[in-house]
């Protein structure tokens, strides 16, 4: 019987011995990877950032910026303050420059039914609500009451609008019974092209939200194109931004893939881990506070993201892909824009 329990003794310190060692290499890769703050980093972006409160201001923005025709942001799908920007940012163009065009992640029925909300004399919340339910089916962590109300708010700012500013939305993702062959980005971008040939869109420029890969404008390691990547290629100037959180909640409905909290809101998928790990946030992080969106430019005069990875290289622990640039490719060659939201909360299922 002694021997029994010795031998179950030492299992268990066995046991807890690899727990633990395995934790501590979980934690000391995980600070390895995202790095200490880098003093070169943050003196450049303490000159260029920008406080995000109530409106998008356009301290940031040069002549060049105003020069693309394709203005784009990039979300991982689920945070509450990714909607708000979209809004905000879409409003700014509308105002500045008259982008009047929303190219959506979404097939071209689902925009039809949005285009009809946003033109009918009255707001048919039967019909808004159907849209917001059509999104669920291809992006289930976007589709929620925030949701519903960012396009209930821009159905109330279009209505105040002359009719030559007046937004209306591209839908270019695949139609569900679309059965060609190719990738999603692929068909995005041929779906755009045949938009603009089509309503004779020429001269326009377009602004959109869409899952954070879209934006990238360059090639992964793997090879896979985006959206952004074949615009670019095309000789479509495009601007990119993207969207990264820290102390925030993520609505993660639930799915057979994987098991969610009752409340279906989780707070441990953030950049700076454990999850997903984005190399430099320590420095989005020391110039930006608790409860609030700040915007960096990454493209000023001396920038060090023409010559660095950071904020583009992405570790993934446990589910998702990694994301690595390939060699000799830079920060800015991706996107242009970072926002830092801190402490968001996660959207909401639709009521």
């Known amino acids: 019987m002694k021997k029994l329990l010795k031998i179950i003794k030492l299992s268990f310190i066995a046991i807890l011995s690899i727990c633990t060692l395995f934790f501590l290499y979980f934690f000391i890769s995980n600070k390895i990877f995202l790095e200490s703050k880098n003093e070169n980093n943050i003196a450049y972006l303490t000159k260029n950032n ?10 940031l923005f040069g002549e060049e910026f105003y020069k693309s025709k394709v203005f784009l942001l990039g979300e991982i799908h689920g945070y509450a303050d990714n909607q708000k920007l979209d809004k905000e940012l879409l409003f700014f163009l509308n105002k500045k420059i008259g982008v009047k065009y929303y190219i959506a992640e979404m097939d071209s029925l689902t ?61 270019i993702d695949k139609n569900f019974d679309d059965n060609s062959k190719g990738s999603r980005d692929l068909a995005m971008v041929i779906n755009f092209k045949n ?38 290629k095309s000789g479509i100037k495009t601007t990119s931004f993207v969207s990264y959180t820290l102390d ?70 446990v589910f998702g892909e990694n994301i690595v640039p390939q060699k000799n490719t830079f920060t800015t060659d991706y996107f242009q824009y970072v926002f830092l939201l801190r402490n968001s909360k996660a959207l909401t299922k639709l009521k």
């Open 111 to 171: 925009a039809k039914n949005l285009n009809n909300f946003l033109s009918n004399s009255s707001k048919n919340q039967e019909t808004l609500k159907e849209v917001v339910l059509a999104i669920k089916e291809r992006i289930p962590q976007q589709s929620s009451q925030e949701l519903f109300d960012k396009w209930n708010d821009i159905y109330d700012y279009n209505q105040k609008l002359t009719d030559s500013l007046k937004i209306t939305v591209i839908g």
């Open 248 to 317: 925030s909640e993520v609505y993660l409905p639930k799915n057979s893939q994987f098991p969610t909290p009752e409340n279906e809101k989780v707070d441990w998928i953030n950049a700076d881990g454990p999850l997903q790990l984005v190399k430099g946030i320590n420095d989005l992080k020391e110039l930006s506070k608790a409860n609030s969106i700040t915007l960096f430019k990454l493209n000023s005069k001396n920038t060090p993201f023409l010559k660095s990875q950071h904020l583009i290289s992405v570790k993934s622990n």
């Open 195 to 232: 938009s603009i040939k089509k309503l004779k869109l020429e001269n326009e420029k377009f602004y959109g939200l869409f899952g954070y890969f879209h934006v990238l404008q360059n090639k992964m390691e793997n090879g896979k194109e985006t959206f952004a990547s074949e615009l670019k």
């Open 50 to 59: 920008t406080e995000i409160t109530n409106a998008i201001n356009d301290k």
